[in-house]
Nanobody
Framework: QVQLVESGGGLVQAGGSLRLSCQAS????????MAWFRQAPGKEREFVAS????????YYADSVKGRFTISRDNAKNTVFLLMNSLKPEDTAVYYC?????????????????WGQGTQVTVSS
C-alpha cells in the first residue's frame, strides 16, 4: 500500500513558476513509476508527466514539454514537478499517481495509487 500527499500548489501569475512535491509512504517507493496528472473544471483528467523508478525515463504531455520537469528523490520517497513559464491554461488540480511499471504511462487507468490533489491557479 502506498499513500501519496501532494503539496506546493498555489496562485501564481502567468510566466511564473511553482514546484509541486509528492511525498509517498511505503517501502517500495523506489520500485514504482510515478506520474503527475491534472484536471481542470469541466474537463477530464489528463496526463502531465511520468518518471520511471530509476528516474532514467521520463515522458511529458506535449502541452508541457519544455516547461515542466519531473524528478524524484528515492531516498526521500518524493517526486517533484517543476513548472516554469506557467500559463492560465495550466490551471487545474494536480494529482500524483504511483504504479508498478505501467505499459502505457500516460493512461490514468494504469495507476494504482493517487493523492488527494493540489490546486494550481495561474492568473493572466
Amino acid at each position: 500500500q502506498v499513500q501519496l500527499v501532494e503539496s506546493g500548489g498555489g496562485l501564481v501569475q502567468a510566466g511564473g513558476s511553482l514546484r509541486l512535491s509528492c511525498q509517498a509512504s511505503g517501502h517500495t517507493f523506489n520500485t514504482y513509476t510515478m506520474a503527475w496528472f491534472r484536471q481542470a473544471p469541466g474537463k477530464e483528467r489528463e496526463f502531465v508527466a511520468s518518471i520511471s523508478w530509476s528516474g532514467g525515463t521520463t515522458y511529458y504531455a506535449d502541452s508541457v514539454k519544455g516547461r515542466f520537469t519531473i524528478s524524484r528523490d528515492n531516498a526521500k520517497n518524493t517526486v517533484f514537478l517543476l513548472m516554469n513559464s506557467l500559463k492560465p491554461e495550466d490551471t487545474a488540480v494536480y494529482y500524483c499517481a504511483a504504479s508498478e511499471p505501467p505499459v502505457e504511462p500516460q493512461y490514468a487507468d494504469e495507476y494504482d495509487y493517487w493523492g488527494q490533489g493540489t490546486q494550481v491557479t495561474v492568473s493572466s
